[in-house]
């Protein structure tokens, strides 16, 4: 029986023995291999000082002597609508994607002395873990209060009218400032946004009645622009109407002018034609007396045309009409014979 006792214990104690082993080479195992995410690292110290740095993919490290690096770092979280708590948290795997910030409100005194309330977003991305690891003990804390000052040294550089109308300029040289401050600690900051500037009270109401009074001004000043546009456009409408009327009445005058003369030309050329007619049919006689003669007739029969009874005067140049018409009766005379 003892026999048998001793033996069940030994078995006991062997099978004990050997789920330790077993327990002992799966804790090992677990601890000598990492597997690490897409866009993580982790930090390797071995026997407490930086050893390597484990990149995506399956590493295995030599358990009890390479540990992790744990890094305590305080973030700044939103819990409720604009209430904010400081959450701690231990890190030892870096995440190295770009991050986004946001950071609580913070008062801020213009550069002529008014106290308003700014918050602000950055955008940052770790390039350097060992840098970000070693190089500075909180980092997101770090990061935090080098934007809140440097923030604060930008706002008291401007007025409160360049602090409203000059968020890029700010937004621009703010990232460059972080940037160039936080190189040492491995980190990129790639964009910096200004969410809200709150001013005061007062000076809201004060801006606001001044945007309504300039809203006013420029809306008296559009309707004085355009009645003055309308004048303007009328005045040149009537202007034009003129130049447009005088151009027609000097192109109609041209054209009676043109008419006339054509007539005139027409007229002289008929009696050129007929004067050279009469020298052709009265060779010794004066064309020029028959001419005469024809007006004067012409001239008679419009003096005694009408019912009424006239008195007809004729003048003392009568003795040349006789003369005209004795030279149209040897005319007549001649062309009978012809």
């Known amino acids: 029986m003892n026999r048998n006792a001793g033996g069940v214990a030994m078995i006991a104690i ?5 789920i330790a082993l077993i327990i002992i080479v799966m804790y090992v195992g677990v601890k000598s291999i990492y597997l690490v995410q897409q866009a993580e690292v982790v930090i390797i110290e071995r026997f407490g000082k930086y050893h390597r740095i484990l990149y995506p993919g399956l590493h295995i490290v030599l358990p009890f002597i390479d540990e992790p690096r744990t890094s305590h770092w305080v973030f700044v979280q939103e819990v409720d609508k604009r209430r904010y708590h400081r959450i701690p948290r231990a890190v030892t795997r870096i995440d190295i994607r770009e991050t986004v910030y946001d950071f609580p409100k913070q008062n801020v005194i ?66 460059s400032i972080l ?45 004085a622009e355009g009645i003055k546009a309308a004048a303007i456009l009328e005045a040149e409408g009537r202007q034009q109407a003129q130049v447009l009327a005088a151009e027609g009445a000097a192109q109609a005058n041209i054209i009676a002018a043109n008419a006339e003369a054509q007539a005139r030309f027409t007229i002289a050329t008929a009696e050129a034609k007929a004067l050279e007619a009469v020298r052709a049919a009265i060779p010794q006689g004066d064309a020029t007396q028959y001419l005469i003669a024809l007006q004067y007739v012409r001239a008679l029969s419009k003096m005694t045309e009408g019912k009424d009874n006239k008195l007809v005067i004729v003048p003392y140049e009568a003795v040349g009409l006789a003369g005209a018409m004795s030279c149209i009766q040897e005319l007549m005379v001649r062309q009978q014979v012809r």
């Not at 390039?127 to 706002?155: D, G, M």
């Open 14 to 18: 062997i099978m004990w023995i050997l």
């Open 110 to 175: 213009t550069k002529d002395n008014v106290t308003m309330d700014i918050s602000a977003m950055l955008y940052y991305q770790i390039t350097n873990p060992r840098a970000a690891v070693y190089e500075v003990a909180n980092l997101p804390e770090a990061i935090e209060r080098l934007t809140h000052s440097t923030l604060r040294n930008l706002i008291g550089e401007l007025d409160l009218d360049e602090t409203l109308t000059s968020r890029d300029k700010i937004n621009h040289r703010l990232r």
């Open 179 to 223: 940037d160039e401050a936080t190189e040492k600690w491995g980190v990129k900051v790639n964009r910096v946004e200004l969410q809200e500037v709150t001013p005061p009270d007062d000076i809201r109401h004060a801006m606001e009645k001044q945007m309504r009074a300039e809203r006013e001004r420029r809306a008296v000043i559009k309707e």
